[in-house]
């Protein structure tokens, strides 16, 4: 996965999903919720790639892990 030279940033590619209520971002095995900026504006089942800031999975939430996109 790739990395910034700043701890946490973190760009990504893969498949966009809507999933009850979340946007979420599925790269090979890992399933990523993409949180802030335009996460709901991306169009599900479009590949994309995002930048941001790796932090908690919100309670609830069917990521794995999370990324607010910066």
Do not use: F, K
Request: proline fraction near 6%; charged fraction near 15%; include cysteine.
């Amino acid at each position: 996965m790739p990395t910034d030279l700043v701890r946490g940033h973190r760009a990504l590619r893969g498949t966009v999903e809507h999933r009850d209520g979340w946007t979420l971002l599925r790269t090979g095995d890992t399933t990523w919720a993409l949180l802030g900026g335009n996460a709901a504006d991306l169009p599900a089942g479009q590949s994309a790639t995002v930048t941001g800031v790796q932090t908690a999975v919100p309670a609830g939430c069917p990521a794995s892990r999370a990324l607010t996109l910066r």
